[in-house]
T-cell receptor
Framework: DAGVIQSPRHEVTEMGQEVTLRCKPI?????LFWYRQTMMRGLELLIY????????DSGMPEDRFSAKMPNASFSTLKIQPSEPRDSAVYFC???????????FGSGTRLTVV | KNQVEQSPQSLIILEGKNCTLQ??????????LRWYKQDTGRGPVSLTI?????NTKSNGRYTATLDADTKQSSLHITASQLSDSASYIC???????????FGKGNQVVVIP
């Protein structure tokens, strides 16, 4: 298995632009998680899905952030409009029930200028 | 207050030496505790996972301990190598909860 695949690896965008981050979870994993990591706050859960359904989005910072999971093999995290304070590394993770195979992707480093 | 506290925040050690990282948590009810290694520019990778009944678990030169009574865990790195330079993150899972509680990590730098 190729693991959790995220794209792009790096994204630089201007303030106000729309940004879309993509994630392909491990096949057979029922759970998908989106995290944001900064030096100050560490890893923060933004939202997670179970069987493609959003379960807990209480970590989504503002209405500018939205996430979708149209099918079991694909999810997106969208920021519109982006702001400089959104600059961070965004990780996607997937796991089977019980979370013993919890696996992170390599992340997308987002820079908003 | 963060439910998972790690110390020291950062650590510099000589290649070949041992080191121990600490993790204290308040998550309850407890399900399991994991240690992850995160290399610069990469995602976290699982080193160990321990449930309530496990006191120690090893993965090569990494040995994790768990005291569920005092809610403390440690990660011991034996005979450190340059490739051990990374952030080590303690993660605690509450029983019946899909959210994980993350520490902010121990930043380890191994120098020759």
């Amino acid at each position: 298995d190729a693991g959790v695949i995220q794209s792009p690896r790096h994204e630089v965008t201007e303030m106000g632009q729309e940004v879309t981050l993509r994630c392909k979870p491990i096949s057979g994993h029922d759970y998908l998680f989106w995290y944001r990591q900064t030096m100050m706050r560490g890893l923060e859960l933004l939202i997670y899905f179970n069987n493609n359904v959003p379960i807990d989005d209480s970590g989504m910072p503002e209405d500018r952030f939205s996430a979708k999971m149209p099918n079991a093999s694909f999810s997106t995290l969208k920021i519109q409009p982006s702001e400089p304070r959104d600059s961070a590394v965004y990780f996607c993770a997937s796991s089977p029930p019980g979370h013993y195979g919890y696996t992170f992707g390599s992340g997308t480093r987002l820079t908003v200028v | 207050k963060n439910q998972v506290e790690q110390s020291p925040q950062s650590l510099i050690i000589l290649e070949g030496k041992n080191c121990t990282l600490q993790c204290n948590y308040t998550v309850s009810p407890f399900s399991n505790l994991r240690w992850y290694k995160q290399d610069t520019g990469r995602g976290p990778v699982s080193l160990t996972i321990m449930t309530f009944s496990e006191n120690t678990k090893s993965n090569g030169r990494y040995t994790a301990t768990l005291d569920a009574d005092t809610k403390q865990s440690s990660l011991h790195i034996t005979a450190s190598q340059l490739s051990d330079s990374a952030s080590y993150i303690c993660v605690v899972s509450a029983d019946g909860n899909n959210r994980l509680a993350f520490g902010k990590g121990n930043q380890v730098v191994v120098i020759p």
